[in-house]
Every structure is written in C-alpha cells, then in structure tokens.
C-alpha cells in the first residue's frame, strides 16, 4: 500500500510538473503590494496530496509568493498544524492578521476562493 502511494505520489509531481501553469506577470509595484500581503501567510501542506498540488497550481499561476511549510516531514510544522490549526490535515493556509490574531483556513476550495476574492484574481 506504501509503495503504490509513493508510486501515485511520483505521477501526480511528474504531472504537475509537465503541465505546469505559467505565471502571471505584474508590475513591480503591484507584485510588491501582493507580496507583502502574502509575507503574513504560509501554507502547511505535503508535496504529494493532490489537494496541495491544486493549490500550488493556483499559487504559481497567480505569482502569489506564499510559503510552503511540509506538515508531514517537518516535525515542528506537523505540531504546529495540529495544535495551532486544530487538525492535521492539509492544505491548510495560515493567516496572520494586522492585530496578531491567526486564522487557520482548512479545504483547498476554500483557500483558493479566499486568495481570489482578497487578491482579485480572475
Ligand atoms: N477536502 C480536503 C481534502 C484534504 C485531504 O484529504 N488531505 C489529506 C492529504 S491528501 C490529509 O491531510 N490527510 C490527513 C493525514 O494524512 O494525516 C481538501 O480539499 O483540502
């Protein structure tokens, strides 16, 4: 079961990979305003699950410099996710808040609807 896992894991990069989206190209000045916003948020996630892999998409696509923690290799990042976040499960974006308040935002839908609403993304 483990190796067919590693096996599915290896096509779904490779795919990704292959088919790779291009990324949108702005203005200094507006990329510099996105990626300020983005330097408050991080992304807990594993490098195979598909459900990351989407987003990531998304992130590449809209040139959106957000953070990659590995919740499954990075023994710090896993309990932070679990005991911050309440769950380990990913992906799971992290938002930190202009008055420190966190939010832990949980569902690839969810975190892909979020970014294009806060950003304006098409
Ligand atoms: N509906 C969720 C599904 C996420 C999901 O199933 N993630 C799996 C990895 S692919 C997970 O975190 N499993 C918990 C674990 O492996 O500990 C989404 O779209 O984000």
């Known amino acids: 079961m483990k190796i067919?896992?590693?096996?599915?894991?290896?096509?779904?990069?490779?795919?990704?990979?292959?088919?790779?989206p291009k990324a949108v190209v702005r203005e200094a000045a507006a990329?510099?305003?996105?990626?300020?916003?983005?330097?408050?948020m991080s992304m807990y996630q594993f490098k195979t699950c598909p459900f990351c892999v989407k987003v990531r998409r998304e992130l590449k696509r809209h040139a959106l410099?957000?953070?990659?923690?590995?919740?499954k290799g990075n023994a710090r990042h896993k309990a932070q996710l679990t005991q911050e976040g309440g769950r380990h499960k990913v992906p799971c974006l992290r938002i930190e808040q202009a008055d420190g308040?966190?939010?832990?935002?949980?569902?690839s839908?969810?975190?892909?609807?979020?970014?294009?609403?806060?950003?304006?993304?098409a």
């Open 4 to 20: 067919i896992r590693w096996i599915l894991g290896q096509i779904i990069l490779v795919l990704d990979f292959m088919t790779s």
């Open 65 to 71: 410099h957000i953070e990659l923690r590995d919740a």
């Open 101 to 107: 308040a966190v939010e832990w935002l949980y569902e």
């Open 31 to 40: 990329q510099k305003a996105i990626d300020d916003v983005t330097a408050t």
């Open 109 to 121: 839908n969810d975190i892909i609807a979020r970014l294009k609403t806060q950003f304006k993304l």
